[in-house]
């Protein structure tokens, strides 16, 4: 089967006008000829450029961005690639739309942390007595804190029963719900339900967790979820452009890429047991929301990470301090340690590097935060399948092309992207 982008090279896909920007001369086979390219690209920084457009050559990608910073300053931002929307050929410019996946969690868990600086809750309290959770099916539910639900220790293990974000036909059933499936079914079944572990045991990565967070923060806010994020936490750092996802292609949004999977699922978005393309209805995105579901830009991310590098309008150092800090059970064997929304390691700078990944089928994206005050973030709209070569090698490569970085511009790309 043809990819998309080869699609577009045959003319298969109508391609009625160009975006602006740079348009290669002839779009023959894959590799970094054939890319369309937009954004700024210091010639300091040119090695960030090469190892990305290896990488997506290698793996056939069609849509991706990278964003370097350093020192709170934007340094490069590229958009390669194409996508077709209302049937134009659109060039991916640094500030298109991709969905971040769980990208999304420092977000969710920011918000967190802003309503407790708020006096609006404690990180102490039981998910039990915020949301009114029934512990009738397993006591140790009323175990489970605001911090164990952010630090993956409060007791869902996806490995050992399932992922309750990712199973809507097994909750239909259950429950004998009709599609779409909710927030309320979600937990509803996850409730009557006993946990993997005791909350605060170990570490289990934990969708289900995170989406608890986002209905809480909705609870106590008094407003939506994505109302409370983008007013109180995104707009105070200067994002204006994120916001949820939508499932299908046909909600998508004008600036947000095109997603590729060689999968297809049976539809989740109703009853009528049609098959789609894994990313466009084989999950639903507004159950995602807190635990995956936001929309950005890869200079929207490492704008984002800015606000953990000091005191400012969205958290106070306390709150910075409690985002990283050590959970209860300790460092992992490699020295890391999940946090509130960040895996975290010490460097050896004496500081802190933190990062994530994101990954839903057409979706991958890398977020890092490392000494010396660089931060980078890459963005995909496919990730690893079958014997394709593994997306999360993206990690080293964009930290050796750090290393060989021998002298940092000065210019500052922000302005022109916020």
Known sequence: ??????????????????????WPA??????????????????????????MKKFIAERDISCAQL???????????????????????????????????????????????????????????????LLGLSAAADPRLANVTLWRLMQHTGG????????????????????????PIGHEQIMRYATARKLDFTPG??????????????????????????????????????????????????????????YESQYTRKSVLDDDGATVPYPYGGFNMANQDANGGWLGSAVDLVKWGFVFDKAGPVLNAASIGRVFAKPEIGVGSGG???????????NNAGGLNTWHNG????TFGFLARIQHGVSYCALFNRRQEGDAPSFGAIDGILGTATGGVSSWPTTDLTSRYF
């Open 26 to 51: 002839s779009a023959g086979a894959a590799g970094t000829a054939a890319l369309p390219t937009t954004g700024v690209v210091p010639q300091q920084l040119a090695g960030f450029d090469t190892a």
């Open 359 to 362: 990954s839903m089928p057409g």
């Open 336 to 346: 890391s340690w999940y946090g509130l929304g960040w895996q975290v390691r010490a």
């Open 67 to 129: 964003a370097v910073a350093k020192n709170g300053k934007i340094l490069l931002a590229r958009g390669y690639g194409s996508y077709t929307y209302a049937r134009y050929r659109r060039l991916v410019q640094p500030t298109s739309l991709f969905r971040i996946a769980s990208l999304s969690k420092s977000i969710t868990a920011a918000a967190i942390a802003r309503l407790a600086q708020d006096g609006e809750l404690t990180l102490g309290t039981p998910v039990t007595e």
């Open 201 to 258: 045991a170990r570490y289990a990565y934990s969708n289900y967790g995170y989406m608890l967070l986002g209905r809480i923060i909705a609870k106590v806010s008094g407003m939506s979820y994505e109302s409370y994020v983008r007013q109180r936490i995104l707009a105070p750092a200067g994002i204006t452009r994120m916001l949820l996802g939508r499932s299908t292609a046909a909600q998508a949004f004008a600036a947000e890429v095109g």
């Open 1 to 22: 089967m043809l990819s998309r982008r080869r699609l577009i090279q045959s003319g298969a896909l109508a391609v009625p006008t160009l975006a602006l920007g740079s």
């Open 156 to 179: 869902w293990d996806r490995d050992a029963s399932l992922d309750q974000l990712w199973a809507d036909h097994t909750i239909s059933a259950a429950l004998d719900a009709p599609l």
